[in-house]
């Protein structure tokens, strides 16, 4: 480079993946660099990969790291003031930590994905596992982040002293992590233990908070047992009124049966983005927008959505929306309730005013940020076309068994409008629960619930319309992160071999 050329300073870090406070945040991840250079299972990238950005940006940031009157001397190499330096350094974190693997790495990793993990070590030596929606490993770079947080970072994050900082700053990178994944500000998240106490944290919050002596909820048959009996309590203890609205043959909601279920006493509206054993995505945005013009809060439980499509708030229309870790590769016993600016909801735990008061106790900062860091890779697959993977092995997977058992495989819930990771499937002349006891080599679930020996139909099916039987045929297979191809060959072959011998018992 010749002496009068100055390198050109890069652009703003981008708002993609880092968002809130954007110089802060990337200060946050010079430390993390500098301080945990042998945890480079924290960032987004090959083990391997992330130890040598690890090492890189510290050596690059020991670069500007010198007196102000060093870099000042230098400004032909850094054309900065010394109060600049910091800014550069932020810079400097967003380009080494964001910059995408050379095609080497993305080809070492197969299908074009810059973020598909190693093998998990939960899943090494056990069956196929296709029971995603129920709950999914933890991904390693996940525990990897929030281990320091139960180790070396102990400190309560409202502590005004020195070991109270680290997890303070966690708490807000964490916020923003999650905040980002759903379009949203990061004021607006609140941690709860788990989606049940988002939901009701949303549905007990707004009705308490309206002030109306006989409020109207609106919620829908499929909807998740939280919000159902979240409702019930409402109606049993203050009083609210309930309508459920019924679905179609493929589980949807009629907008029109929505407008005609609201009145000027409706509180709220509480419609999932994503059935857990279907798939069928709602139509939320028009749900949404009918709600409002009837002057109520729209909630939505975006449990199984969040991480597996695309999702932002602002386009969806809602007000509160359910995020939940376990279902995206972060631990059990953390998830968060996004609260729009200016909703009123009365506390569901009260004390020492955490969580902008409406969740009261000391943060479990580990697990807050176990569900930052999921939310974080789960951003990075989605524009990586992580989805457009999952949707073809699950298609391949429904072509296996249809071929195998021409006319006897039914779809359950609508072709195109699920999630890209779920198949739920009826085989003619069989029970769900028995396919699978005769189908050892796979994990997977039914909808059904076994009481005293007796199975009874999914809930989610009869709303729809199914006779018991067709019901009882059911079997949910759902992919996630770590299924392979490998896993849907294995998946249909033992599927389609417990066929025969759980027909033939039957006759």
């Known amino acids: 480079m010749k002496s009068d050329q100055r390198p050109r300073v890069p652009p703003d870090p981008p708002t993609g993946g880092f968002t809130a406070g954007r110089h802060e945040t990337v200060r946050i991840h010079c430390r993390l660099a500098c301080e945990d250079v042998a945890r480079p299972a924290v960032l987004p990238f090959k083990v391997a990969e992330a130890a ?85 490993p933890v991904d390693p770079r996940v525990a990897a982040a929030m281990l320091p947080h139960l180790t070396r970072f102990f400190g309560n994050p409202s502590s005004g002293h020195p070991y109270g900082a680290r997890p303070r700053t966690a708490l807000a990178q964490a916020r923003a992590q999650v905040a980002a ?9 609140v941690f709860t233990a788990s989606g049940s106490e988002a939901d009701l944290l949303a549905l007990r919050g707004a009705v308490l908070a309206s002030g109306n002596r006989r409020p109207h909820l609106v919620t829908q048959a499929t909807e998740h047992p939280a919000v159902l009996a979240s409702c019930r309590a409402l109606e049993r203890l203050h009083g609210a009124r309930v309508t459920v609205l019924p679905v179609d043959g493929v589980g949807l909601v009629d907008p029109g049966a929505l407008s005609d279920a609201l009145g000027p006493d409706t509180v709220l509206v509480s419609v999932m983005a994503a059935n857990n054993e279907t798939g069928a995505l709602q139509p939320i945005p028009e749900l949404a927008a009918r709600t409002h013009a009837h002057g109520a809060l729209f909630h939505c439980d975006a449990a199984q959505a969040a991480g597996k499509i695309p999702l932002d708030v602002i386009g969806l229309g809602v007000d509160l929306l359910t995020v939940v870790g376990h279902k995206m590769y972060a631990p059990k016993g953390i ?35 176990a569900l930052g860091a999921a939310a974080q890779l789960a951003a990075d697959e989605l524009s990586d076309g992580a989805p457009s993977r999952i949707r073809a092995l699950r298609d391949e997977l429904h072509a296996h068994l249809a071929d195998a058992l021409p006319g006897r495989v039914h779809l359950n ?50 709303a729809m319309g199914q006779d018991p039987d067709r019901a009882l045929g059911a079997l949910r297979l759902t992919l996630g992160r770590w299924s392979t191809a490998q896993d849907v060959a294995t998946a249909a072959r033992v599927l389609v071999r417990a066929v025969p011998a759980v027909a033939g018992s039957r006759r």
């Open 52 to 136: 040598d950005r690890s090492r890189e940006l510290v050596e690059r940031i020991g670069e500007l790291s010198e007196a102000p009157e060093a870099v000042e001397s230098r400004r032909g190499r850094w054309p900065l003031r010394p109060q600049d330096t910091v800014r550069r350094i932020g810079r400097l974190a967003t380009d080494v930590l964001q910059r995408r693997p050379a095609r080497g790495a993305r080809d070492r990793w197969g299908d074009g994905m810059t973020h598909l993990p190693a093998p998990h070590p939960g899943l090494a030596d056990g069956p196929v596992y296709l029971d995603y929606n129920a709950t999914t």
């Open 181 to 189: 994944l759903i379009g949203a500000r990061p004021e607006g998240i």
């Open 335 to 369: 998830a968060a309730l996004w609260v729009r600016d200016g909703v009123r909801l009365e506390p569901v735990v009260y004390g020492g005013g955490q969580e902008r008061g409406l969740r009261s106790g000391t943060e479990n900062t580990a697990l807050a940020v």
């Open 413 to 462: 819930g609508p072709d195109l409008r699920r999630l890209p990771n779920t198949l739920n499937v009826g085989i003619d002349g069989t029970r769900g629960h028995e396919v699978l006891r005769a189908a050892p080599g796979i994990a997977a679930a039914t909808g059904s619930a076994c009481h005293s020996g007796t199975h009874t139909p999914s809930p989610v099916l009869t």
